[in-house]
């Protein structure tokens, strides 16, 4: 025995000399990240379907360990195996912000769009936008033509013509909230939003008609059984199917079954879905400018009064033109304000005038550190550990501004169903001058107006006024 443990410390004393000496450089853990490698974490979450924050990804074998390298000094030992948590695969995304190759206007007649023809140009898809009066045309650029060379040289077809980039917008959330038992509450008493229960109130939630452009949304999810949901299908989609994750969260917010694990806010209210986006590289999803604004349409086309957006892109000027036609049109569009980060330029279509801007605050009230800032930011709401359905099935805590819109949506439709003849302007009004003041005194670039008051917005629908 005695010689048995001096030959264990000779080879300790080898391998501490060696590994001090710099001689030998010990394996790197697996599943770690490389320092200095930026990881874009495309979607919200990788859920595989567990609930209470999803279970644990292991691996491992069995028995002793056995070195794979002769020069591992590992090799000096016989160490026994144990079970490694592993990090998921997160791999680096690059996503651009416009397609590669493509224009969309509106405003051009036959005439321009034959000239276009003869320049080079080809027409990859048309159609009809009654939001906006007229045709929406996709086109491909003559090989060789920058993007900037192309837009300017659609426009001077015609001088009433809106024309830009087909632009890429992504959801916005920010990721997954640790979550144990008893921190999985809903977080809608912040803004005195009624629970359900007798005498809370519920009797202001009447049901309305929801709009909503998302990914998609897994319909078979429990939260969503027996809901009134309607998901309209874009058609002529090449890419592929979008990831069910984001679209499902925002859905269940809305109208999640009562007594689920995930009551929606407005129960019982008819929420009309469009799936606008595609999925990019197998992990990131994106809506062109293309197809929001034919989702949009579809949205007008069946008179629905409120609309949630919880993505972002860059400003557009295709994009700009539905927007304020749809507000023309007394629809109240309800956008997230986006989490690239309080320093980052504002986000569309949040910080078009007439959209109400959502920025997102934690329980604390403090604000989501990762929220867009800015003069465009109207009104806040809870977006921080937010608890709401998983892809598959169960439910997690989420953060992101994607996720605070949908309260002030709720809140937008409970106004309607109260004053169904109120413009956007004074929807808008209605909101902020109840909200719940926060930060500086009036409005800030970080709160807006400050916190959303359901609970004077309810006590308004019931009394009428």
């Known amino acids: 025995m005695p010689s048995r443990l001096a030959a264990l410390s000779g080879r300790l004393s080898l391998l501490v000399a060696l590994t001090l000496a710099g001689t030998v450089a010990l394996p790197a853990p697996e599943g770690g990240f490389a320092p200095g490698v930026a990881v874009a974490l495309a979607d919200d979450d990788d859920d595989d379907g567990g609930d209470d924050g999803g279970g644990s990804s292991r691996g491992g074998r069995g028995g002793d360990w056995q070195p794979k390298a002769r020069g591992d000094l590992r090799s000096l030992f016989r160490w026994p ?42 027409v990859d898809d048309r159609v009809e936008i009654a939001l906006i009066g007229g045709e929406m045309v996709r086109l491909i650029v003559p090989q060789g033509m920058t993007l900037d060379a192309a837009r300017a040289a659609v426009s001077a077809r015609s001088a009433s013509a809106t024309v830009d980039f087909n632009h890429f917008y992504q959801p916005q959330a920010g990721g997954k909230a640790a979550c144990v038992r008893e921190g999985c509450a809903l977080v809608r008493h912040m803004v005195g939003w009624p629970s359900g229960e007798a005498g809370s109130g519920l009797a202001c939630l009447k049901p309305q008609r929801i709009g909503l452009i998302d990914t998609a949304i897994n319909a078979e999810h429990a939260v969503l059984a027996g809901t009134r949901l309607e998901i309209l299908d ?40 469009v799936d606008a986006f595609q999925r990019f590289r197998k992990s990131t999803d994106i809506a062109s400018v293309y197809d929001l604004v034919r989702g949009l349409d579809l949205l007008i086309q069946r008179n629905i009064r409120v609309v949630n957006l919880s993505l972002t892109g860059p400003a557009n000027r295709v994009l700009e033109q539905a927007v304020e036609a749809a507000n023309g049109r007394g629809t109240i569009l309800v956008a997230a304000a986006g989490n690239d980060g ?43 550990g937010v608890w709401t359905a998983a892809s598959i099935s169960g439910a997690r805590q989420k953060n992101g501004t994607s996720f605070a819109a949908p309260f002030v949506t709720a809140a937008v439709s409970l106004l309607l169903s109260a004053k169904p003849g109120l413009s956007p302007r004074d929807i808008e009004a209605e909101l902020t001058k109840s909200a719940e003041d926060m930060g500086t005194p009036g409005k800030d670039n970080i709160y807006g107006w400050g916190l959303l008051n359901a609970r004077a917005l309810c006590r308004q629908a019931k009394d009428g006024k």
Do not use: M, W
């Open 234 to 273: 874009l058609g002529g989609g090449e890419g592929a199917k979008s990831g069910e994750q984001h679209g499902t969260a925002v859905a269940a917010l809305l109208v999640g079954a009562p007594g689920s694990r995930v009551p929606g806010l407005l129960p019982g209210s008819e929420l009309v879905a």
């Open 342 to 384: 309080p320093n980052a330029e504002p986000v569309y279509p949040a910080a078009y005038e007439v959209v109400i801007a959502v920025t997102a605050v934690d329980t604390a009230g403090n604000p989501y550190r990762r929220a867009v800032r800015g003069a465009h930011i109207d009104i806040a709401a809870p977006g921080v």
């Open 81 to 122: 195996s144990r079970e490694v948590r592993r990090a998921p695969v997160r791999r680096a995304v690059a996503v651009p912000d416009r397609a590669p190759n493509e224009i969309v206007a509106t405003g051009l007649d036959d005439d321009a769009i034959a000239g276009l023809a003869q320049d080079g140009f080809v």
